[in-house]
T-cell receptor, first 114, second 117 residues
Framework: DAGVTQSPTHLIKTRGQQVTLRCSPK?????VSWYQQALGQGPQFIFQ?????ERQRGNFPDRFSGHQFPNYSSELNVNALLLGDSALYLC???WGTGITDTQYFGPGTRLTVL | AQKITQTQPGMFVQEKEAVTLDCTYD???????LFWYKQPSSGEMIFLIY??????QNATEGRYSLNFQKARKSANLVISASQLGDSAMYFC??????????????FGTGTQLKVEL
């Protein structure tokens, strides 16, 4: 049973550049959520995709955008990178969007912005 | 106010001993879920245990149990018979059902657990 996978594992970019992170959900899951985890902090919710639509969004600027594909995989795009965007980006998947639906996380993509 | 508070930045426990990691939460939503995740140094968040606000009994999963005290708004994680592999960061998280929280997870700041021989 394949778990949540993310690519790439590490990424180094410079300020002002754009980046795309990818996530494939756990087998049987249809909902993907993205979180940003700065060093020494708990993860912060960015947004969630279900049925190829953004269903919920956290307190992140429009520079952060995403997409979900028909096979439920998802991308997170960040434009005009800032130094403060350096973080571990975690993708989580679940089956459905209900309150009891447990989210399972991938290994994350570590983004460094120089 | 912080929605999830973890007051123990770091904890030490002897191997084979039990340890309790504290978590308090703040919500006015009558329907919510509480989760604990483990994050080893590799970075992946590993789901441990879930407790629903309407659950009558405390959740248990193997060596993990959740001491849920609804009136005190606390959801402490108890790890029995600690093992060296339990050394990791532990996060408490909440999902609120009705008051605009949707099903996003709100995390605490975590507790770093170190299991010693």
């Amino acid at each position: 049973d394949a778990g949540v996978t993310q690519s790439p594992t590490h990424l180094i970019k410079t300020r002002g550049q754009q980046v795309t992170l990818r996530c494939s959900p756990k087998s049987g899951h249809d909902t993907v959520s993205w979180y940003q985890q700065a060093l020494g902090q708990g993860p912060q919710f960015i947004f969630q995709y279900y049925e190829e639509e953004e269903r919920q969004r956290g307190n992140f600027p429009d520079r952060f955008s995403g997409h979900q594909f028909p096979n439920y995989s998802s991308e997170l795009n960040v434009n005009a990178l800032l130094l403060g965007d350096s973080a571990l980006y975690l993708c989580a998947s679940s089956w459905g969007t209900g309150i009891t639906d447990t989210q399972y996380f991938g290994p994350g993509t570590r983004l460094t912005v120089l | 106010a912080q929605k999830i508070t973890q007051t123990q930045p770091g904890m030490f426990v002897q191997e084979k001993e039990a340890v309790t990691l504290d978590c308090t939460y703040d919500t006015s939503d009558p329907s919510y879920g509480l989760f604990w995740y483990k994050q080893p140094s590799s970075g992946e968040m590993i789901f441990l245990i879930y407790q629903g606000s309407y659950d009558q009994q405390n959740a248990t999963e193997g060596r993990y149990s959740l001491n849920f005290q609804k009136a005190r708004k606390s959801a402490n994680l108890v790890i029995s018979a600690s093992q060296l592999g339990d050394s990791a960061m532990y996060f408490c998280a909440m999902r609120e059902g009705l008051t605009g929280g949707g099903n996003k997870l709100t995390f605490g700041t975590g507790t770093q657990l170190k299991v010693e021989l």
